[in-house]
């Protein structure tokens, strides 16, 4: 598990090296993208003025994503190196949800830990999250799906007939006169 018991940390600190499971990430859950097997946590944690957590190390994981265009799953490899620090949550501070919460720069690298225990499997689902690509795509070129059929163009065409995009109006009588000569 990624629990750490912070009072437990020895003055010269704690070296992980921890595989990642959907469960201790806290992604079981999660519908937009799938943990796959592999990843791992390598890292060394250190308690920093007594009570700040300083994680310094590696990410590597694998995901599946769902592509915006054709929405196939395809695998993304993430490697993120990591350097972050856990501070204890103010009393006053309660636990605010991610709806609508704009991040600085310092929350990105700061995080806050309850108590004497770091979840550090919240910390590398965060981490997941933010090093996700914003528009996944299974292949710069994807052609997407049929907006008529829903087949995936990547596979073939589809055999729908193409759009008749609208003329100029202006060229009716044009459009007229060879419609006339095809019959």
């Known amino acids: 598990?990624?629990?750490?018991?912070?009072?437990?940390?020895?003055?010269?600190?704690?070296?992980?090296?921890?595989?990642l499971v959907p469960e201790a990430v806290r992604l079981e859950g999660e519908e937009d993208f799938a943990l796959r097997p592999g990843g791992r946590l390598r890292c060394h944690v250190e308690i920093v003025d007594g009570?700040?957590?300083h994680v310094r190390g590696?990410?590597?994981?694998g995901v599946e994503l769902d592509c915006l265009r054709?929405?196939?799953?395809?695998?993304?490899?993430?490697?993120?190196e990591l350097d972050l620090f856990s501070l204890p949550r103010p009393a006053e501070e309660p636990d605010?949800?991610?709806?609508?919460?704009?991040?600085?720069d310092r929350d990105v690298v700061v995080g806050y830990h309850a108590g004497d225990t770091l979840?550090?499997?919240?910390?590398?689902r965060e981490q997941i999250v933010l090093a996700l690509p914003m528009k996944p795509l299974c292949r710069e070129d994807c052609r997407g799906l049929c907006p008529r059929c829903g087949k995936n163009r990547n596979l073939g065409p589809c055999g729908c007939?193409?759009?008749?995009?609208p003329g100029d109006?202006?060229?009716e009588p044009l459009r007229k006169l060879f419609d006339k000569n095809r019959q």
């Open 1 to 19: 598990m990624l629990l750490i018991d912070i009072p437990r940390v020895p003055p010269e600190g704690l070296s992980l090296d921890e595989a």
């Open 51 to 53: 009570t700040t957590v």
């Open 58 to 61: 590696r990410l590597e994981a």
């Open 70 to 80: 054709c929405r196939e799953r395809y695998p993304v490899t993430l490697a993120q």
């Open 96 to 104: 605010a949800g991610e709806e609508g919460v704009e991040l600085s």
């Open 119 to 124: 979840d550090l499997g919240e910390l590398v």
């Open 161 to 165: 007939p193409p759009d008749e995009e």
């Open 169 to 171: 109006p202006r060229l």
